[in-house]
C-alpha cells in the first residue's frame, strides 16, 4: 500500500474554505471591515497574496500564494482567526470542548485547503470562488456580491 503524505510547498499557491461554527449566522459579511482589517494586519506581518476570495455569511474561499520560502499558511489563519474574534462582542455559543480550552466558538477550528497544482487548477477554483455567491442564492449574477474579487 502506498504511504499517503501531505505536501506543502514554500512559496506555493493554495485554495482554502474557511467557515464559521455557527453556519446560520451573518457575521462575516455583518463585520465585514473587521475581517478585512484582520487580513490586513497579518499580511504586513506575515506576507502572502490574495489571488481570489469570496466572503459570504457564514465561510469564505481564498486563493492564496504565499512567499518563496514560506509554507506556514495555519500560522496566518491562527491570526487572521484570532484577530477578528478577539474583536467581536462576545455571545456565541461555545462548547464544553471550547470552554475548557478558553476559546471563543466564532470559527470552525479547521479549514480545508488544497495545493494549486496548475493553471487549470487555478482557474477552476477561481471560478469556484467567484460563481459561489450566486450557488449559494445570494445574487443573480456573479458581479452583484460586493464581497469578492471577482
Not at 451573518?26 to 463585520?31: P, R, S, V, W
Request: hydrophobic letters at 35%; aromatic letters at 14%; glycine letters at 4%.
Amino acid at each position: 500500500m502506498t504511504e499517503y503524505r501531505r505536501y506543502r510547498t514554500k512559496g506555493g499557491c493554495y485554495f482554502f474554505t474557511v467557515n464559521l461554527a455557527e453556519r446560520k449566522q451573518a457575521l462575516l459579511t455583518e463585520k465585514i471591515e473587521l475581517l478585512r482589517e484582520s487580513f490586513r494586519i497579518v499580511k504586513d506581518r506575515y506576507p502572502f497574496n490574495i489571488e481570489a476570495i469570496v466572503i459570504l455569511p457564514e465561510h469564505l474561499h481564498t486563493i492564496w500564494t504565499l512567499p518563496e520560502a514560506d509554507d506556514n499558511f495555519s500560522c496566518r489563519w491562527r491570526q487572521i482567526k484570532a484577530h477578528f474574534s478577539r474583536h467581536v462582542e462576545k455571545g456565541e455559543r461555545v462548547s464544553r470542548s471550547r470552554q475548557s480550552k478558553h476559546e471563543r466558538g466564532i470559527w470552525q477550528r479547521r479549514f480545508w485547503e488544497h495545493q494549486i497544482r496548475n493553471n487549470a487548477d487555478f482557474v477552476a477554483h477561481t471560478n469556484y470562488i467567484h460563481y459561489n455567491p450566486v450557488k449559494h442564492g445570494y445574487v443573480r449574477r456573479v458581479a452583484d456580491w460586493p464581497y469578492s474579487s471577482s
